[in-house]
């Protein structure tokens, strides 16, 4: 049996004004918790230092660039990274990162993976995201995730906290493809924070069902794989919109075992042992016995019904 002891470090709403000393004062508070109860490793929601800011439609670039990390660790959440050497345990952290390759500046909405000693041992770079890029004054509020992020292009899986681990942000865990891309190299837990508002303004008719699609989504992931998943909400009403809880872990056999039952700042625990991954790998799940890729090109060669991968017209290619 590996056994790792993980806590969902649940959120409840940072305001447009708060500080990320004062977000990183409740992530703390939380990683506390989770030490005092055992906890090998903490997992913190999407964008976990301020608000979600694309909710708004914002001109200027400067206000924009305030809500993103040019360092990581940088002045305000070094004191995270100590506070984890010195409890002796990891964490996971959604932030939007600033970062300049080449010269050229890049914006992402990001994760890290940090072990026990406060190293970083993985960053991902979200790679759906949802919503829209121009200002869409209809909304009652905007998601311009597409106007002030650039995609990510990889799900990676590394070796931490005794076994593979692997990670997702937000709207990735609504797409299978996410999953099997990371169970394809064998992951075991694969961590997810989001911010999700209860309210779609494009399909309200799916509002009632948001919790219910939040625990579908990462329950098949979960199974379909023979993996652990950790999702963590920031919930709650934040600046006036209202983002649904529902933080979870699940088992590889797809059974929620441990949850959160309020919107505010919360943790939730479970022994979760890693070695439960193997009955599903080895049978079911035995990607190497079972799938049948020949079959399935068209997940990688078409976008959707009538475009290719390259944003060509279905057909137009014959
Ligand atoms: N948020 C939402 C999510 O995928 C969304 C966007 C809400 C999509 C409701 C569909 C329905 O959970 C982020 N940040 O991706």
């Given at each position: 049996m590996r056994f790792v002891n993980v806590a969902v470090g649940q959120l409840g709403p940072i305001a447009r004004n708060d500080t990320r000393t004062q977000a990183v004062a409740r992530l703390s508070g939380l990683m506390r918790q989770a030490r005092s109860n055992g906890c090998d490793l903490i997992v913190y929601p999407e964008?976990?230092?301020?608000?979600?800011?694309?909710r708004w439609y914002i001109e200027d670039q400067s206000e924009i660039d305030g809500?993103?990390?040019?360092?990581?660790?940088?002045p305000e959440t070094q004191a995270l990274f100590d506070l984890a050497r010195e409890l002796g345990i990891g964490f996971y952290l959604g932030y939007g990162e600033l970062s300049i390759e080449d010269g050229v500046l890049h914006r992402y909405n990001s994760s890290i993976l940090v072990d026990k000693s406060g190293a970083i041992v993985a960053k991902y770079r979200k790679v759906h995201l949802p919503g829209h890029?121009?200002?869409?004054?209809?909304?009652?509020?905007?998601?311009l995730e597409k106007r002030y992020f650039e995609p990510g292009n990889r799900f990676g899986v590394v070796e931490a906290f005794g076994g593979l681990m692997g990670m997702a942000i937000c709207n990735d865990r609504r797409w299978s493809e996410t999953y099997r891309v990371m169970g394809l190299q064998g992951v075991e837990m694969v961590l997810i924070g989001y911010n999700t508002p209860v309210h779609n303004p494009p399909a309200p008719e799916h509002d009632d069902l948001s919790l219910f699609h939040n625990e579908l989504v990462m329950q098949a992931g979960a199974y379909q794989n023979g993996t652990w998943v950790v999702g963590v909400a920031k919930a709650g009403i934040e600046e006036g919109v209202d983002q649904i809880g529902g933080s979870c872990i699940i088992a590889p056999s797809g059974e929620v075992v441990a949850a959160c039952t309020?919107?505010?700042?919360e943790i939730a625990l479970a022994r979760c042992?890693?070695?439960?991954c193997n009955s599903y790998k080895r049978t079911t799940f035995n990607f190497d016995i079972h799938r049948q890729p020949r079959a399935y090109r068209?997940?990688?060669?078409?976008?959707g019904k009538n475009l290719m991968a390259d944003g060509t017209p279905v057909g137009s290619g014959e």
């Amino acid at each position: 049996m590996r056994f790792v002891n993980v806590a969902v470090g649940q959120l409840g709403p940072i305001a447009r004004n708060d500080t990320r000393t004062q977000a990183v004062a409740r992530l703390s508070g939380l990683m506390r918790q989770a030490r005092s109860n055992g906890c090998d490793l903490i997992v913190y929601p999407e964008l976990a230092l301020t608000t979600f800011f694309p909710r708004w439609y914002i001109e200027d670039q400067s206000e924009i660039d305030g809500f993103f990390e040019r360092e990581m660790p940088g002045p305000e959440t070094q004191a995270l990274f100590d506070l984890a050497r010195e409890l002796g345990i990891g964490f996971y952290l959604g932030y939007g990162e600033l970062s300049i390759e080449d010269g050229v500046l890049h914006r992402y909405n990001s994760s890290i993976l940090v072990d026990k000693s406060g190293a970083i041992v993985a960053k991902y770079r979200k790679v759906h995201l949802p919503g829209h890029a121009e200002h869409e004054p209809w909304r009652e509020f905007q998601h311009l995730e597409k106007r002030y992020f650039e995609p990510g292009n990889r799900f990676g899986v590394v070796e931490a906290f005794g076994g593979l681990m692997g990670m997702a942000i937000c709207n990735d865990r609504r797409w299978s493809e996410t999953y099997r891309v990371m169970g394809l190299q064998g992951v075991e837990m694969v961590l997810i924070g989001y911010n999700t508002p209860v309210h779609n303004p494009p399909a309200p008719e799916h509002d009632d069902l948001s919790l219910f699609h939040n625990e579908l989504v990462m329950q098949a992931g979960a199974y379909q794989n023979g993996t652990w998943v950790v999702g963590v909400a920031k919930a709650g009403i934040e600046e006036g919109v209202d983002q649904i809880g529902g933080s979870c872990i699940i088992a590889p056999s797809g059974e929620v075992v441990a949850a959160c039952t309020t919107k505010g700042d919360e943790i939730a625990l479970a022994r979760c042992d890693l070695d439960l991954c193997n009955s599903y790998k080895r049978t079911t799940f035995n990607f190497d016995i079972h799938r049948q890729p020949r079959a399935y090109r068209m997940i990688v060669e078409r976008k959707g019904k009538n475009l290719m991968a390259d944003g060509t017209p279905v057909g137009s290619g014959e």
